[in-house]
C-alpha cells in the first residue's frame, strides 16, 4: 500500500492476490483503511476467482466458449451419473459403478 498512497501507483494497476476469501475478504477491508478511505484496487479476490473473472472477460484465449461453466466435483459426479444413467450403463451391475464415482 505505500507505493500506492506514497508512490502515487495508481490503484487500477494494483493486484492484490490471496488463497482464501476470508484472506480476501479482509483484504478488501484493510486496503481502503490503509489507503484513508481511498479507493480499493479492483483486482482483489483468490488465485481461483481471479482466473476466473479474467477467463469470463476473454474466454477465447484459454479456447472456451463465452458463458463457460466451471464445474466442481460434485458437479461433476451429478454428470457422470446423470450420463449413466441415460446410457444405460448404471443398472445391472448392483450398482456398482455408481457407488465407484462417488
Known amino acids: 500500500m505505500h507505493r500506492i498512497g506514497a508512490?502515487?501507483?495508481a490503484t487500477g494497476r494494483v493486484l492484490a492476490?490471496?488463497?482464501?476469501?476470508k484472506a480476501t475478504t479482509e483484504m478488501s477491508?484493510?486496503?481502503p483503511a490503509t489507503l484513508d478511505g481511498g479507493p480499493a484496487p479492483s483486482w482483489i479476490g483468490t488465485f481461483h476467482g481471479l482466473a476466473a473473472r479474467q477467463l469470463r472477460i476473454e474466454p477465447e484465449i484459454?479456447?472456451?466458449?463465452?458463458?463457460?461453466?466451471i464445474l466442481d466435483a460434485d458437479d461433476s459426479r451429478w454428470i457422470v451419473r446423470r450420463t449413466l444413467k441415460a446410457l444405460n450403463l448404471a443398472s445391472g451391475d448392483g450398482g456398482r459403478r455408481m457407488a465407484?464415482?462417488?
Open 7 to 9: 508512490g502515487g501507483v
Open 29 to 31: 477491508s484493510r486496503i
Open 17 to 21: 492476490v490471496t488463497f482464501t476469501n
Open 100 to 102: 465407484a464415482i462417488r
Open 62 to 69: 484459454a479456447g472456451l466458449r463465452p458463458g463457460f461453466d
